[in-house]
């Protein structure tokens, strides 16, 4: 695949993310929560309407400078991701950083439009309620995910001029 496929495929991944999570969105907001209350979907599932006004969890919950502020580092560090998507050749790393960028884009869209982050997906169990969450937070989960398995699981490129050793013994056996 060409770099610019392989960049085309960062970007639409990007692109498509941010739709379904503003449709997602869109429809939390003005189909399924008015009023906002809580709909049980199943035992360890909930739908439920919240805005985050920081970071993950609720972290640096505040004030409407602080959303303008999260934004702001959002948009910068989107930045850096697409300068890192414009060099990588590899698609998974290309398609986890499109993951990551249209999550983080869907967040600062909402931030920009409401001040906050609108959450509505709620999972728990014996009492216990993950923080709610959205489509983009998923994206930017995931993409973190693959980001960190790649590191972590990917084989090094072998040099060009080098074939891997088959055989399963030593070097020239």
């Known amino acids: 695949m060409t770099r610019p496929r392989r960049l085309a495929l960062g970007l639409g991944l990007a692109l498509a993310i941010v739709v379904v999570d503003q449709i997602s969105k869109w429809w939390i907001l003005d189909r399924v929560m008015t009023p906002p209350r809580v709909i049980p979907v199943t035992p360890f599932f909930n739908l439920v309407m919240g805005w985050n006004r920081g970071v993950s969890f609720g972290m640096l919950n505040s004030d409407q400078a602080a959303a303008w502020m999260l934004s702001a580092l959002a948009l910068a560090i989107v930045v850096v991701l697409l300068v890192w998507m414009a060099r990588e050749d590899r ?83």
């Open 91 to 173: 698609a998974i790393c290309i398609a986890a950083l499109g993951s990551v960028i249209g999550g983080a884009l869907g967040n600062v869209i909402d931030r920009v439009r409401f001040g906050a982050v609108a959450d509505f997906l709620d999972f728990h169990a014996f009492g216990y309620h993950w923080p709610a969450f959205n489509a983009a937070d998923t994206a930017i989960s995931l993409g973190a995910l693959a980001l960190l398995a790649d590191v972590l699981f990917a084989r090094p490129d072998l040099p060009k001029n080098k074939v891997p050793n088959d055989t399963g013994g030593p070097p020239g056996s």
